[in-house]
């Protein structure tokens, strides 16, 4: 059987002891016996690379220089070779109190009606003696990851866009205030 | 199998050998699987000093205006309240070795060490919205440490840090009554319904009012 590839596969992935042995020429193909790791295997191959094969075992390329060469750069390559991982988990209310359309409150005359009407349901709602609180929260988690097998880096960030509003025993607004932190559309 | 003999070719290959194998071994031993993973949690609080803020003389206007909603707000006796700012940062660091040989050269074992960088402000207000007492913690301390067999191309942290990036509490508000039976009925101390105090994310659950609870968190 003519298996031209066989001794350049063995070739690259013989990360050992590789070497040629004995070789019997018959005819248009040669049997060869080669060793790695303590065993030995007998392989038929055309003549031209079995001389391939010997030439280079006694030059002492087979006895590991080109499959170091090749587990070398292919630690080079796994260090350059970036694996990347994005995730993005958001959960909460939906920030309405966000963007161009956003409603206006004002302090004395916006109403809990108001502030339910335009904003939904609070994440929270606290009550503070003769005070009300809503309290809105949408919390986003973003991480990334960089998986180089040598080295891998995740960096996760927990994002809170909040909105806060207190009413007093009438249920007026008289405070309210939004995060300097926010997540926008794009972030979604 | 008869011996190969021995030439100059074979002595510069072998000293090649050496090199290119020492290298590999240093790269799969030193750097193989070493991972960083840092988990933020909020907004860092900037230093106290710059802000336009002192108790007695500011009210809950002038903190909202100048920090936006806290992490958490609470109730407290005698009709005030009281307000959380934190910040988490966990940093985790993984040192990953490799035994380049056989089956084991599939897998690494991994130290990792993890330091918490802990910031809050705990602000108190009296009933007529006055800000009465601000307190404040930083520190940057040793959250944990661990070892581990992994696969090759895994980066999975090793310490855990569920207690710090666990969903806030303000998602779980409506659930109190479908929450474990001893913690349903000790609602009355809840940490987290906002009527009853509240804590420091890195507090331990078997401390204080969770002793009620019979469980961890």
């Known amino acids: 059987m003519r298996r031209k590839w066989l001794p350049w596969l063995l070739m690259t992935v013989g990360f050992d002891c590789l070497r040629t042995g004995e070789s019997e020429d018959k005819g248009g193909v040669s049997a060869v016996t080669i060793s790695r790791r303590a065993k030995t295997y007998k392989l038929t191959v055309p003549l031209r690379a079995a001389d391939k094969l010997r030439r280079m075992s006694q030059g002492g390329q087979l006895a590991g220089r080109w ?17 990347c991982v994005t995730e993005t988990k958001t959960q909460g209310v939906q920030n309405l109190w966000r963007g161009e359309s956003a409603p206006v409150f004002r302090r004395g005359q916006s109403t809990q009606q108001d502030v339910l009407a335009a904003l939904g349901p609070p994440s929270q709602l606290i009550s503070l003696g003769d005070q009300t609180v809503f309290y809105y929260l949408l919390e986003q988690t973003r991480s990334h990851s960089e998986v180089l097998i040598a080295y891998n880096q995740t960096h996760a ?18 405070e309210f205030a939004t995060s300097h932190e926010r997540i926008t559309e794009n972030d979604k | 199998m008869s011996a190969l003999p021995r030439t100059t070719n ?19 031993v030193l750097a193989a699987g070493c991972s960083r993973i840092v988990t933020d949690v909020g907004p860092p609080l900037p230093q106290r000093t710059s802000l336009d803020l002192a108790p007695g003389h500011d009210a809950i206007r002038d903190v ?20 959380l700012y934190e910040h988490n940062a966990i940093n985790e660091n ?15 074992l991994v130290y990792a060490r993890a330091t918490l960088e802990h910031d809050c402000w705990a602000m108190t207000f009296d009933p007529h919205g006055t800000l009465i007492g601000w307190g404040e913690e930083r520190h940057r301390i040793p959250f944990g440490s661990g070892f581990a067999l992994q696969f090759l191309v895994s980066a999975k942290g090793l310490v855990d840090t569920s207690e710090i990036s666990v969903p806030a509490t303000q998602h ?28 420091q994310t890195p507090s331990p659950p078997s401390a204080g009012q969770h002793t009620l609870d019979m469980e961890a968190r």
Request: glycine fraction near 12%; hydrophobic fraction near 50%.
């Open chain 1, 67 to 83: 499959p170091n060469l090749f587990a070398l750069i292919v630690a080079l390559l796994a260090c350059v070779l970036p694996g």
């Open chain 1, 157 to 174: 960030i927990v994002v809170y866009d909040r909105a806060v509003f207190f009413f007093d025993a009438k249920g007026r607004l008289t």
């Open chain 2, 10 to 28: 074979n002595r510069a290959g072998r000293f090649g050998r050496i090199v290119a194998t020492g290298a590999t071994l240093a790269l799969a």
């Open chain 2, 64 to 83: 909202l205006a100048s920090l936006g909603p806290p992490a958490q707000i609470s109730a407290a006796a005698g009709g005030g309240c009281v307000m």
């Open chain 2, 94 to 108: 993984q040192l990953g070795f490799d035994i380049p040989y056989g089956i084991p050269e599939y897998f690494k």
């Open chain 2, 172 to 199: 779980r508000w409506g659930m109190a009554s479908l929450c474990p039976l001893p913690q349903v009925l000790n609602t009355a101390q809840s940490l987290t319904s906002g009527a009853d105090g509240l804590e």
